[in-house]
């Protein structure tokens, strides 16, 4: 194959394009010895070769094409979140404490006692959320949005500590909180979709659990 290569003086590599492979091919042709025609086969191998190159270059495109048609599909689709509640992975959430906050946890396993830490931005314990014995699964907590005095917690950023006592140890448990959909944009690299959420900065979409209303 050395003989249908060729290096460019723009970028310095080795490539060779559909129509500089058939001009040579139709070269070596021409120029070839009357006495010692090139055989069929090797006249054959040569044409697959070509037809090859095309392919590729044909299926490139349509690869293109359809990543492209992907990704618009997929920001049109994430771009009808925008102004809704999703539920992802988080610690953190911005609670309106004049609501009852909603929210669950992953139980890996039975527990006779599990609970949930309610810190203030400042870190104070707020209040402890008890859920007593649970089955394993997604456990579904509510906070009314009061600390231990029952006094009411000013509006703003929280951090749930969900906890249980499982085979004697206390175990730490992912929490899954509500959170609002302000932006979405198109992250760099993977080309994947993030949603940038209220008061908590951007999470992948693949990370969102549920969309709520």
Do not use: C
Not at 2 to 25: C, I, M, P, S, V
Not at 43 to 62: D, H, M, P, R, W
Not at 90 to 113: G, H, I, M, R, Y
Request: hydrophobic share 35%; charged share 15%; glycine share 10%.
């Amino acid at each position: 194959m050395d003989q249908y290569r060729h290096t460019t003086k723009a970028e310095g590599k080795e490539e060779l394009g559909k129509n500089e492979f058939l001009e040579l091919l139709v070269a070596q042709l021409n120029n070839q010895n009357p006495l010692e025609p090139q055989s069929n086969g090797d006249f054959i191998a040569q044409l697959a070769q070509f037809s090859t190159v095309e392919g590729v270059e044909k299926l490139n495109g349509s690869m293109e094409t359809i990543l492209s048609g992907y990704q618009s599909s997929q920001a049109l689709q994430a771009s009808s979140l925008v102004g809704r509640k999703v539920i992802v992975p988080s610690e953190k959430a911005v609670v309106d404490t004049s609501e009852t906050f909603k929210a669950s946890l992953v139980l890996p396993q039975s527990s006779s006692n599990v609970y949930v830490n309610v810190y203030g931005a400042d870190g104070t314990l707020a209040t402890r959320v008890n859920l007593g014995a649970q089955e394993a699964g997604n456990v579904s907590f509510m906070w009314d949005g009061k600390n231990s005095d029952g006094e009411t917690m000013p509006p703003g950023t929280y951090k749930f500590e969900a906890q249980a006592s499982i085979d004697g140890d206390t175990k730490g448990l992912y929490t899954l909180l509500p959170a609002n959909v302000d932006s979405v944009t198109l992250g760099h690299g993977n080309g994947e979709l993030l949603l940038n959420l209220a008061g908590l900065g951007s999470v992948p979409l693949s990370q969102v659990q549920i969309i709520g209303q």
